[in-house]
């Protein structure tokens, strides 16, 4: 679950099957009792047709939780992260962080750290985008060493300098306002 609507979508199909929960949160939901298998496999035909998915596997809820907190830094915060992401999820998860990569690794196929990489440079594109800061700012907030550090990583990911990715936009921006 990602959004508000989500939260309220998997409340209602708990209390549509009668299914006794506490809170509803991003990704998680604790329910009171234990689902009888009839009720769970409602519920889990229900999500689906919303685009929802019920996992019930422990390292899939893991995988969930490590995602979920890795976007959340990134994404909804313009404040550089103080500690390593290493750090932040071993103590966030109460688990030792090798156990977490080599899981994530297991179920994902790829690294927390090339997770972390692709939505850092995802968060720069809305960055560069929508004209909030410039690329000494954003390379502050995403905690990169330099502007020379992001501009790598950026054109190693998307190949193209955030500088042409951003010309880009503004062209496509003029091309618009010619119409």
Do not use: W
Request: hydrophobic share 40%.
């Amino acid at each position: 679950m990602v959004c508000l609507r989500c939260k309220i979508l998997v409340a209602a199909q708990l209390d549509e099957l009668s299914i006794s929960h506490g809170h509803v949160e991003l990704g998680e939901v604790n329910v009171d009792d234990h689902i009888q298998t009839d009720k769970l496999d409602f519920l889990r035909a229900a999500l689906v047709k919303f685009g929802l998915e019920l996992m019930d596997d422990k390292k899939s809820v893991l995988i969930r939780k490590i995602k979920s907190i890795i976007s959340e830094l990134i994404h909804c915060s313009d404040e550089p992260l103080k500690i390593k992401f290493s750090s932040y999820l071993s103590e966030t998860l109460h688990i030792d962080y090798k156990y977490l990569a080599n899981l994530f690794f297991e179920v994902q196929g790829a690294t927390i750290g090339n997770f972390i990489i692709a939505h850092k440079i995802e968060r720069v594109k809305e960055l560069l985008v929508y004209e909030k800061f410039n690329l000494t700012k954003i390379s502050y907030i995403m905690h990169y060493s330099s502007v020379a550090q992001l501009s790598t990583q950026f054109k190693n990911v998307t190949g193209l300098t955030p500088t042409h990715f951003k010309q880009l936009k503004d062209n496509r921006r003029a091309t618009l306002n010619k119409i």
